[in-house]
Nanobody
């Protein structure tokens, strides 16, 4: 079994910064792509950023130039540095990871989510 645990969310003023972390643990043979998604109240979950195992990144247009995704493969951890935050960035942020397990195959795993609120 694989668990993803997010941390780093909270309340921040517009223009501020936060850094989210997501650590994968359990029976992990290899972690492929990892990513961050978000869901605001009344809206569908949307892509924020993804990163492959070799470091290639992809961002939603709304966060380009403000957010940076990175990962530490040795720790099976993905990060999201969020700068110049706006009220419209307020949402629950979820991480996911495409994981090959030692036993049980490969599957996409999701974390429980962490709340980010941007407000003055």
């Amino acid at each position: 079994q694989v668990q993803l645990v997010e941390s780093g969310g909270g309340l921040v003023q517009p223009g501020g910064s936060l850094r989210l972390s997501c650590a994968a643990s359990g029976s992990i043979f290899k972690t492929y792509a990892m990513g961050w998604y978000r869901q605001a109240p009344g809206k569908q979950r949307e892509l924020v950023a993804t990163i492959t195992s070799d470091g290639s990144t992809n961002y939603a247009d709304s966060v380009k130039g403000r957010f940076t995704i990175s990962r530490d493969n040795a720790k099976n951890t993905v990060y999201l540095q969020m700068n110049s935050l706006k009220p419209e960035d307020t949402a629950v942020y979820y991480c996911n990871a495409d994981v090959q397990r030692y036993y049980g195959g490969r599957r996409l795993n999701w974390g429980q989510g962490t709340q980010v609120t941007v407000s003055s």
